[in-house]
Each structure stands twice: as structure tokens, then as C-alpha cells.
């Protein structure tokens, strides 16, 4: 399994589960969160890349508001653990200057790896896109307070540049080597996927 995709089926399921309170959502989304947390997360809460695979990480897998909801299904003591964990990876992940993050990580640092995005490149690739909005939902839901911490850096660099200048595949610094690698051969560009989030 990828653990992005189980996170939000699981979450998905408990939604459903809330929406029509048919009992066989809550069994579904308990019975998937639980072997989450058996082979897709360190016994100290750490996200993991997939239950077969442990080799760096991805920040933009570090969902906390499904984490807070997963502790109405399984384990409580063990995701607000794991909100803690991941939201101290995410924090020394952010480029100091920038706030952005980049899509993959090394494993004891945390800083940009050009982990598995298929190209070498260590910066805000498309899986990396996904990690704001991850932010700004649990800081809406449930007013984490390293979830603004995060949005608020990253939004004072935003606000600061041009929708034309948000590549993607930009380095988390915020520069673009338009001449270079990726940008010569997958692009880097500004549209949906960087402006958006």
C-alpha cells in the first residue's frame, strides 16, 4: 500500500460512516486504520511511504485532521502521537526562508531528497502540492497551531510573488533553474497544481 492514498480512503470511509451512519463504514474505516498503524507508521507515530517500503519520507503524506479523525476509530493515544511526530517533520522540513516543502525527505534530516518523484529533483515537485492544503484543513477543523505556523510562513512568501512565478518543480527556496533540470525536460511551470495550493 501507499500510505497517501490508505489515509484518505480511510478517511473517506469515516466520512461516509458520518454522513449515512450505516455501522459497516465505521467497521471498514476502524478495520483500515488499524492496519495503517501497524505497517504504515513507526511504533512513534512517523508516516511511512508504504507498508513494503521505509526509505525516506514525503511530507506532503502528513495529514493531521485525518489523524484527529482516526481517533474516533482506533487508538487515540497513538494518532495524537503521530499528529505530534509528523507536524515536527513537517516543521524542519519547510524551508526556513520560503515555508515551502518539498515532496520528498531524507529520513534523519528531513531536508529535500529527490526520493521517488522519477526525476532528480529535491524541491516542491507535484506530490509536494498537496501538503498546504493539508495544512490549512487542520488548521480549519481543528486550529492546530504548527498547521498555521505553516501556512503563515508559506503565505508571506506567496503573497510576496507573482501566480507566474509559483513553479512547479521549484526548488524550496523558491527559485526555478528554467534552463536546467527538471524544467528542461518535465517543465516548470506556473498553473493549477503550484498557484493553487
Not at 94 to 103: C, D, H, L, M, Q
Not at 147 to 168: M, N, R
Amino acid at each position: 500500500g501507499a500510505t497517501d492514498a490508505e489515509e484518505d480512503v480511510a478517511f473517506a470511509l469515516a466520512m461516509a460512516y458520518y454522513q449515512f451512519g450505516d455501522n459497516k463504514y465505521k467497521t471498514a474505516a476502524s478495520n483500515l486504520i488499524a492496519k495503517m498503524r501497524q505497517s504504515e507508521f513507526a511504533s512513534d507515530g512517523r508516516h511511512k511511504v508504504g507498508n513494503q517500503w521505509d526509505p525516506y519520507l514525503n511530507p506532503s503524506y502528513v495529514s493531521p485532521a485525518a489523524y484527529e479523525i482516526y481517533k474516533e476509530f482506533d487508538d487515540a493515544s497513538f494518532w495524537s502521537k503521530a499528529i505530534s511526530t509528523n507536524y515536527n517533520i513537517l516543521l524542519k522540513n519547510r524551508n526556513s526562508s520560503t515555508g515551502i516543502p518539498s515532496g520528498w525527505a531524507d529520513m534523519n534530516s528531513y531536508s529535500p531528497i529527490t526520493g521517488n518523484n522519477g526525476y532528480n529533483f529535491a524541491g516542491y515537485d507535484y506530490d509536494a502540492v498537496r501538503a498546504p492544503w493539508r495544512w490549512a484543513w487542520s488548521y480549519a477543523w481543528y486550529g492546530h497551531s504548527q498547521a498555521k505556523d505553516l501556512s503563515e510562513k508559506l503565505a508571506k512568501w506567496v503573497s510576496s510573488k507573482p501566480a507566474g512565478q509559483l513553479y512547479i518543480n521549484m526548488k524550496t527556496d523558491g527559485t526555478a533553474n528554467l534552463n536546467g533540470e527538471p524544467c528542461k525536460s518535465t517543465g516548470c511551470k506556473a498553473h493549477g497544481s503550484s498557484i493553487g495550493s
